[in-house]
């Protein structure tokens, strides 16, 4: 199975920068796409960025032009990097990937614990 570890969320001030990382470990063939998500307090969970295997990634609206995803698969890591922060972007930051147990398996989806990032003044 796979397991995902997100790192990296804290507390910084408007306009300021952070960066989050999500580590995958466990027993499995492949990771495909992979993506942040986020939920605020009392809000569904959203997509922010999502990255496919080949690096070709998307971005929320709220997020484009600010927040830069990528992601290193020999490392089996994915990255986020936001900057210009904003307190309308308070949330938990979730990893989510796709996977493969073994090959030609079924593609399964997989969620992180998630790490906070508070941005406030």
């Known amino acids: 199975q796979v397991q995902l570890v997100e790192s990296g969320g804290g507390l910084v001030q408007p306009g300021g920068s952070l960066s989050v990382t999500c580590a995958a470990s466990g027993r499995f063939y492949r990771l495909y796409d992979m993506g942040w998500y986020r939920q605020a307090p009392g809000k569904q969970r959203e997509l922010v960025a999502k990255v496919t295997r080949d690096g070709s990634s998307n971005y929320a609206d709220s997020v484009q032009g600010r927040f830069t995803i990528s992601r290193d698969n020999a490392k089996k890591t994915m990255y986020l990097q936001m900057n210009s922060l904003k307190p309308e972007d308070t949330a938990v930051y979730y990893c989510?990937?796709?996977?493969?147990?073994?090959?030609?398996?079924?593609?399964?989806?997989?969620w992180g614990q998630g790490t906070q990032v508070t941005v406030s003044s």
């Open positions: 989510n990937a796709e996977a493969t147990v073994v090959m030609g398996g079924v593609r399964r989806g997989y």
